[in-house]
Nanobody, 125 residues
Framework: QVRVEESGGGLVQAGDSLRLSCTAS????????MGWFRQAPGKGRTFVAA????????NHADSVKGRFAISRDNAKNTVYLQMNSLKPEDTAVYYC??????????????????WGQGTQVTVSS
């Protein structure tokens, strides 16, 4: 089964940038989609972005479009989330997840069956 592990979180100021990494292991990733989700304090977990390993298709939540960008490095089995112009409302635990969704992406958590432990991102005002 595919395993994923996040890294790169931290404490930054509003307007700063941060890049999260998600490294996958434990199998081949054709047909897998990698997603980023986040959970702010006292709120449910929500979709941020996703990318398909094979097709390269990607999508982003409306709340982060134009500021965040998801990308992948197939050679390193790593997916990145570049976060620019960070806002205090981006403060959350960010989770990486993997799911077999063919050549598409999805914002629905139920399609993802491997989850990382999460990495904290805190944006101060």
């Amino acid at each position: 089964q595919v395993r994923v592990e996040e890294s790169g979180g931290g404490l930054v100021q509003a307007g700063d940038s941060l890049r999260l990494s998600c490294t996958a292991s434990g199998g081949t990733f054709g047909g897998y989609t990698m997603g980023w989700f986040r959970q702010a304090p006292g709120k449910g977990r929500t979709f941020v972005a996703a990318i398909n390993w094979s097709s390269g298709r990607w999508n982003h939540a409306d709340s982060v479009k134009g500021r965040f960008a998801i990308s992948r490095d197939n050679a390193k089995n790593t997916v990145y989330l570049q976060m620019n112009s960070l806002k205090p409302e981006d403060t959350a635990v960010y989770y990486c997840a993997a799911g077999r969704i063919g050549s598409y992406t999805s914002s629905y958590q139920t399609y993802y069956d491997s989850w990382g432990q999460g990495t904290q991102v805190t944006v101060s005002s």
